[in-house]
DNA sequence: AGTATATAGTTAGTATAGAAACTATTTTAA
DNA sequence: TTAAAATAGTTTCTATACTAACTATATACT
């Protein structure tokens, strides 16, 4: 079908994320949020005080960018760090009312986004194929 | 289907993305380029002598981009600068006899990464459906 | 117990994207 | 034809990813 996988898939892809990332970060200008620092955002809601370690696995950011982004959100007020109790190492990170009321905003603006913008006139069945082939993607190259 | 979409295609998307480039950046290791690098490597030879503006258009790049991509291909040694004939704001750029030689490898190299790891186990069908999501994908936030 | 190793987090360096300001030219238009 | 606007490219600044080196602390081993 496609001979020219690097350049039907690969190239055309990372154009295709790349243009998407464009756009969600000017829809999310007004809350003055990256989409980034708002997937910080969302795993620290759904597992507050957790260690800044474990955040990073959720949010799937290294140490160096979840330190970044975090410094970010702090400075923001959307979210801050504790020292661990037990442990001198780590810190545990909680999200601040102010974190919360912006996660409870873009929960719903994003879905709508997508819904109604990104992802219009694409059928299930297609965004379950699309779904699919990212999988298989994630599990070919899994472990490199 | 997947009623989160931001969850199950963007953030999912994202991640896969970030887990591509990081294998094709490992996998290019061996020859010193980036797959950024490599994008405008191969823009370059099948369009020698271009003005680095049309480069940039063609590797979908934006100009400080372009501008630092071609500074690390001119100490590799792989593209170099003339100054243009006729309008001298402009540069034309043209790939070196290095840079045709790693062009020819890497073709046939990329294509058997995809074929054969990142790819494996995807039908046509799946890839059919999977680009033209990408497709429509493009066309919803064009212009954006 | 004391040393070696592992872990949590930060910092620094390279590569990338994108916005804005800047220089040098070219084009447009009054 | 000269002033204004547009264009090509660079530089600077912020945000991100990733690697490597570093500090501080905790765990494991002998």
């Given at each position: 079908?496609?001979?020219?996988?690097?350049?039907?898939?690969?190239?055309?892809?990372?154009?295709?994320?790349?243009?998407?990332?464009?756009?969600?970060?000017?829809?999310l200008?007004?809350?003055?949020?990256?989409?980034?620092?708002?997937?910080?955002?969302?795993?620290l809601?759904?597992?507050?005080g957790i260690?800044?370690?474990?955040?990073?696995?959720?949010?799937?950011?290294?140490?160096?960018?979840?330190?970044?982004?975090?410094?970010?959100?702090?400075?923001?007020?959307?979210?801050?760090?504790?020292?661990?109790?037990?442990?001198?190492?780590?810190?545990?990170?909680?999200i601040?009312?102010?974190?919360?009321?912006?996660?409870?905003?873009?929960?719903?603006?994003?879905?709508?986004?997508?819904?109604?913008?990104?992802?219009?006139?694409?059928?299930?069945?297609?965004?379950?194929?699309?779904?699919?082939?990212?999988?298989?993607?994630?599990?070919?190259?899994?472990?490199?």
């Amino acid at each position: 079908m496609y001979k020219e996988k690097d350049e039907h898939i690969g190239i055309y892809t990372s154009h295709t994320i790349k243009a998407i990332i464009r756009f969600l970060t000017t829809e999310l200008k007004q809350f003055d949020i990256t989409p980034e620092q708002w997937i910080v955002l969302k795993r620290l809601a759904a597992n507050d005080g957790i260690t800044q370690k474990e955040l990073a696995v959720l949010a799937d950011k290294d140490r160096p960018s979840i330190t970044r982004i975090l410094d970010i959100l702090e400075q923001k007020e959307l979210a801050r760090k504790e020292k661990h109790h037990t442990d001198r190492r780590s810190f545990s990170v909680f999200i601040t009312p102010r974190g919360i009321e912006l996660k409870n905003q873009l929960l719903p603006f994003l879905e709508d986004v997508y819904e109604d913008r990104i992802l219009k006139a694409i059928t299930d069945e297609e965004l379950e194929v699309y779904r699919r082939v990212l999988e298989k993607m994630n599990r070919n190259i899994e472990g490199v």
